[in-house]
């Protein structure tokens, strides 16, 4: 396996969804074998920095599955953003996941008025607003 295929691949492992805690110390431990340049180029790839790396990896895979919600509720399909800007989903996605307002942006959500309320608390709002303005 190449150091670049080696690279894909540990990228791809974690942007996916991981669904038990096992799941989570087992890919912080693989993280955490790779050696120091490797890790910095995992996180350079996905434009973080090496905490926040870090700290992606320990919040698990839930930790941004309200981005896809926010996105659907202002009528943007997460799938085409992630096929025609990887890597401003990929950003989202980190932002979500280091994100303290999970409990406003449920409730909005579950209120279903996320899109007017959500500049008081999302950190991802003007990043999202002026992504509906782009794809309108």
Known sequence: MTSSSSLRQCSAS???????LS???????E???LPPEERQRVADELRLTATQLERLVAAGPKASVEIGS???????ESLKV???FPHLMNDLQ???AQCN?????????ADGN???RMEAFCPNADELFALVERLA
Do not use: N, V, Y
């Open 14 to 20: 974690i942007i996916s969804q991981f669904h038990t």
């Open 23 to 29: 799941e989570r110390r087992r890919l912080r431990s």
């Open 31 to 33: 993280l955490w074998a």
């Open 70 to 76: 926010l996105m659907a509720a202002l009528g943007i």
């Open 82 to 84: 992630e096929a025609d």
């Open 94 to 96: 980190a932002t979500c």
């Open 101 to 109: 307002a999970k409990r406003a942006c449920r409730q909005a959500l």
């Open 114 to 116: 996320a899109p007017e």
